[in-house]
């Protein structure tokens, strides 16, 4: 099993970054590959970026160039900074983690672009 703890979520102003947090816990030997997705209010989830063991990364088209996706390995942690940020950008926000066996989640934090 998995944990996840995200954090880091809030309200900003549009041009504006904010930094999310992915704790995870657990039988982190067994993840593969960590990711970010998000939710906006009467739309489906949406893959926005990925991380994999071995560092390569790769992101949504809608976020490409503005967004980055890292991680902390002392601290098993995954990062996503958000810059430029649009109220297109609205949503709840969800970490995954991905091992051979299973699909975890976390349970979200709120990001809010709006003046």
């Known amino acids: 099993q998995v944990q996840l703890v995200e954090s880091g979520g809030g309200l900003v102003q549009p041009g504006g970054s904010l930094r999310l947090s992915c704790a995870a816990s657990?039988?982190?030997?067994?993840?593969?590959?960590m990711a970010w997705y998000r939710q906006a209010p009467g739309k489906q989830r949406e893959w926005v970026a990925i991380?994999?063991?071995?560092?390569?990364?790769n992101y949504a088209d809608s976020v490409k160039g503005r967004f980055t996706i890292s991680r902390d390995n002392a601290k098993n942690t995954v990062y996503l900074q958000m810059n430029s940020l649009k109220p297109d950008d609205t949503a709840v926000y969800y970490c995954?983690?991905?091992?051979?066996?299973?699909?975890?989640w976390g349970q979200g934090t709120q990001v809010t672009v709006s003046s």
């Open positions: 995954n983690a991905i091992s051979s066996m299973s699909s975890y």
């Open positions: 657990g039988s982190i030997f067994s993840i593969n590959a």
């Open positions: 991380i994999t063991r071995d560092g390569s990364t």
